[in-house]
């Protein structure tokens, strides 16, 4: 099983700040990484797709890159809606998907 | 518009049963495989099982092999997950997402809790 680590679990950004979240597989899984939102209460919304690739309706300021074990979600100036959790998911194994633990950006 | 509406949820006791639905509109559902996900308490996000378009093809996680069922009817534009011998640990919001290459649209989930 891929396992999927997130750091750091919680990131305290300012309103109009850069955040910055990684994402680390145990084996590569070349490009077939995901980015979730997550807020309480709501479906969970992807994000990017092909480790850098928006899906539709997502805004410029959300970005993804990286490649086989390293990844990276970049939220370029942070507004109020994007306080959530992030996760990242593989999809290398189509379809046994697996999820890291999650990055809790919150306000500081 | 894509709409995923999970249903089906609830309280059951440990070793009971329970089948949820996720009513699906907006998209093509027949050209689509389709998943079930949860999130426990407190956790984090966990894929279940999925299934593929025309529903001859069925994945699961090892946490619930042999005891969830997946299934679809095309005719409904319905997914269903039949939930057998529960436990404690099963507790969670389940959600039904649209399948590509990833976890597409999530529905916004339905509850269930096994307590006795």
């Known amino acids: 099983e891929i396992v999927m680590t997130q750091s750091p679990a919680t990131l305290s950004v300012s309103p109009g700040e850069r955040a910055t979240l990684s994402c680390r597989a145990s084996q590569g899984v070349s490009s077939n990484l995901a980015w979730y939102q997550h807020k309480p209460g709501q479906a969970p919304r992807l994000l990017i797709y092909g480790a850098s690739i928006r899906a539709t309706g997502i805004p410029a300021r959300f970005s993804g890159s990286g490649s086989g074990t390293e990844f990276t979600l970049t939220i370029s100036s942070l507004q109020s809606e994007d306080f959530a959790v992030y996760y990242c998911q593989q999809y290398n194994n189509w379809p046994s998907f697996t999820f890291g633990p999650g990055t809790k950006v919150d306000i500081k | 518009e894509v709409q995923l509406l999970e249903s089906g949820g609830g309280l059951v006791q440990p070793g009971g049963s329970l089948r949820l639905s996720c009513a699906a509109s907006g998209f093509t559902f027949t050209s689509n495989a389709m998943s079930w996900a949860r999130q426990a308490p407190g956790k984090g996000l966990e894929w279940v099982s999925t299934i593929s378009d025309s529903g001859g093809s069925t994945y699961y996680a090892d946490s619930v092999r042999g005891r969830f069922s997946i299934s679809r009817d095309n005719s409904k534009n319905t997914l269903y997950l039949q939930m057998s011998s529960l436990r404690a640990e099963d507790t969670a919001v389940y959600y039904c997402?649209?399948?590509?290459?990833?976890?597409?649209?999530w529905g916004q989930g339905t509850l269930v809790t096994v307590s006795s």
């Open positions: 997402s649209k399948t590509t290459g990833t976890l597409e649209y």
